[in-house]
């Protein structure tokens, strides 16, 4: 029985899909499945997923689109082994991911319910963007941010759907925090270990949930409403400059400049929050430059 199964939602990603495929297959830990569910496409993903011939690859299809949480749970119920892993099918993994994911388990205690790595976001193929994990992480800390961020870096023991449920499919945005608040919310003491090496890219182009404001405003609210006692000021004031920044890419100045007010209000002492709502008061352009100009930094940085 592979010790990990690596489970990748998929929707009309014929052109990208193999990718991330290929990126699991050569692990350098072969105690592995891959396990790919394929949520209704119509674009030939299947004639895609029909030219693999390995016999650690599942493909499962769905008739319905039905989402990449309700996907990724049909994964999670074929799932065989101790962890179950996540990633997007147009991200890709780095071949040591897995060894270096089971090294962080193996030298932590039952109490470790997840690992992240460290990730690069990259837009039109290019970097624009570095993610470093923490060494670890606690309830405490995900009430201040997310710091683990993208679901396609992280690997959780199987046993903790088990625990505390699968994943939710009805939450319209922000998927990925509320499992991550809920699963260490579930038992005093649990943390989420961080691997300090990049061993993920995130492909960020295309639609994706987060780029529609609405959705992710009301995943914040539904968030909220569950789990509010664990998310503190800092953490609420970052959800109101997310949801400024989604508008300020949709071209929409005055609702952007608003919620970053909102930010404001919340965390008045957040000198970036100022350095935003000075540039949405230009425009969103203005805006955006700023934001890029913080990503060219961090790349530096990093």
């Known amino acids: ?19 991330a495929i290929d990126s699991a297959l050569a692990q350098t830990s072969d105690d592995l499945k891959v396990i790919v569910v ?11 997923l029909d030219s693999y011939d390995d016999d650690r690859l599942v493909y499962l299809q769905t008739r319905a689109n039905n989402g990449a949480n309700a996907a990724r749970n049909r994964g999670i119920e074929r799932a065989t082994g101790e962890f179950v ?20 388990f193996r030298a932590g205690t039952e109490q470790v319910r997840g690992v992240y790595t460290s990730y690069r976001k990259r837009r039109g193929g290019a970097v624009y963007d570095v993610i470093r994990a923490q060494e670890r992480v606690t309830l405490e800390e995900l009430g201040r941010g997310n710091p683990v961020g993208s679901f396609s870096a992280t690997t959780f023991r199987a046993s903790a759907f088990d625990d505390v449920g699968p994943l939710d499919e009805d939450l319209p945005a922000v998927q990925d925090y509320e499992f991550y608040l809920r699963l ?16 993920l890219d995130r492909h960020t182009d295309g639609e994706r949930i987060g780029t529609d404001p609405e959705r992710k ?19 609420r ?19 952007a400049a608003a919620y970053l007010r909102h930010a404001l209000a919340i965390d008045p002492g957040n000198a970036r929050y100022h350095c935003y709502y ?15 100009a913080k990503s060219r930094l961090a790349v530096c940085v990093n």
């Open 184 to 199: 260490l919310a579930a038992d005093e003491g649990a943390e989420i270990r961080g691997v300090p090496e990049v061993l």
């Open 278 to 292: 000075l540039a949405a008061s230009i425009s969103c352009g203005a805006l955006l430059a700023v934001l890029e």
């Open 85 to 104: 892993s996540f990633l997007d099918s147009d991200d890709e993994l780095a071949p040591t991911h897995v060894e270096r994911v089971l090294e962080t």
């Open 38 to 48: 394929d949520d209704g496409s119509s674009d030939g993903t299947d004639a895609v």
């Open 237 to 255: 004031a970052e959800f109101a400059a997310n949801v400024a920044i989604i508008y300020a890419e949709n071209g929409r100045r005055e609702p």
């Open 1 to 19: 029985m592979p010790a990990v199964s690596i489970v990748i939602p998929t929707y009309n990603r014929a052109s990208v899909v193999g990718r």
């Open 217 to 235: 405003l009301e995943g914040y609210r539904q968030v909220l409403e569950r789990h509010g006692e664990h998310v503190g000021r800092r953490r």
